[in-house]
């Protein structure tokens, strides 16, 4: 959970440097960052689903 609760925020940080949201990185305004950050964001998110997915199992036996 925790590395896809860090690629949520990473993923989050690039989108918003890639649709220029946030300036003065090499990053910002570059349509393909928005993409690739859309990307890891959802990538986390499903990683956080499932590890907490496993938790409630685990804790139930």
Not at 13 to 31: A, Y
């Amino acid at each position: 959970m925790t590395i896809g609760l860090l690629a949520i925020v990473v993923g989050a940080l690039w989108t918003v440097q890639g649709l220029d949201i946030l300036t003065d990185s090499k990053m910002s305004g570059k349509q393909t960052w928005a993409f690739v950050g859309g990307a890891v964001a959802v990538f986390g998110l499903i990683l956080t689903v499932i590890g907490e997915r496993v938790r409630s199992r685990s804790k139930r036996k």
